[in-house]
């Protein structure tokens, strides 16, 4: 598996960006697939963002036009850009990745989250 860690959560006013970081361990291009989900109190886990090996991406409606993930193989990075921020997406968000090497694009490695809090 690979050992994921989240950075760049924080504190911004609604209109704002932030932008997360997810370093892996061990090289991001043996990752298949790679995404962004995000958790708010009381509510279940969802997808945001994912983005493939190829470059193809996946936006939830609720970020489309928004967000914007993209990954850095040679530093073994994935980004999601986050602007015109709502208090709506407060969140816990968490990277995740599939298995090296693996054709199936499931998550199985998860960081720890970084939070994203949106004051209005």
């Known amino acids: 598996q690979v050992r994921l860690v989240e950075s760049g959560g924080g504190l911004v006013q609604a209109g704002g960006s932030l932008r997360l970081s997810c370093a892996a361990s061990?090289?991001?291009?043996?990752?298949?697939?790679m995404f962004w989900h995000r958790q708010a109190p009381g509510k279940e886990r969802e997808l945001v963002a994912r983005i493939t090996n190829g470059g193809s991406t996946y936006y939830a409606d609720s970020v489309k036009g928004r967000f914007t993930i993209s990954r850095d193989n040679a530093k073994n990075t994935m980004y999601l850009q986050m602007n015109s921020l709502k208090p709506e997406d407060t969140a816990m968000y968490y990277c995740?990745?599939?298995?090296?090497?693996?054709?199936?694009?499931?998550?199985?490695?998860w960081g720890q989250g970084t939070q994203v809090t949106v004051s209005s």
């Open positions: 995740a990745a599939s298995a090296p090497y693996s054709a199936d694009v499931r998550p199985v490695s």
């Open positions: 061990r090289s991001t291009f043996t990752l298949n697939a």
